[in-house]
């Protein structure tokens, strides 16, 4: 069974740094562009970031841009989220994802598997 394993969330002060991993169960991963979404309580799961198959192309939402970065190996199965000067309102759980239909890399409705989600809580 395909599986999308996220870690490397927990508890930081403002102004620190997170780095999450997802790695995938099998190697056809490789194969996919890939994502981060995050999801606050109460409210709707919101795109992060997203890199292509190659990772020489990365998207990223404006309230994240120069602060996080999004990167591969696809070696490993591995999509990495290098999150620095962190904010109390990036405090979410982030899930990784798997662009598996053609559209805007922003929209929600282009990505099938996801993982279980790992929780990033940003104190002030």
């Known amino acids: 069974q395909v599986q999308l394993q996220e870690s490397g969330g927990g508890l930081v002060q403002a102004g620190g740094s997170l780095r999450l991993s997802c790695a995938a169960s099998i190697a056809t991963f490789s194969e996919y562009p890939r994502a981060w979404f995050r999801q606050a309580p109460g409210k709707e799961r919101e795109f992060v970031a997203a890199i292509n198959r190659s990772g020489t192309n990365t998207y990223y939402a404006d309230s994240v841009k120069g602060r996080f970065t999004i990167s591969r190996d696809n070696a490993r199965n591995t999509v990495y989220l290098q999150m620095n000067s962190l904010k109390p309102e990036d405090t979410a759980v982030y899930y990784c994802?798997?662009?598996?239909?053609?559209?805007?890399?922003?929209?929600?409705?282009?990505?099938?598997?996801w993982g279980q989600g790992t929780q990033v809580t940003v104190s002030s």
């Open positions: 994802c798997r662009k598996a239909r053609t559209g805007s890399y922003y929209s929600r409705n282009v990505y099938d598997y």
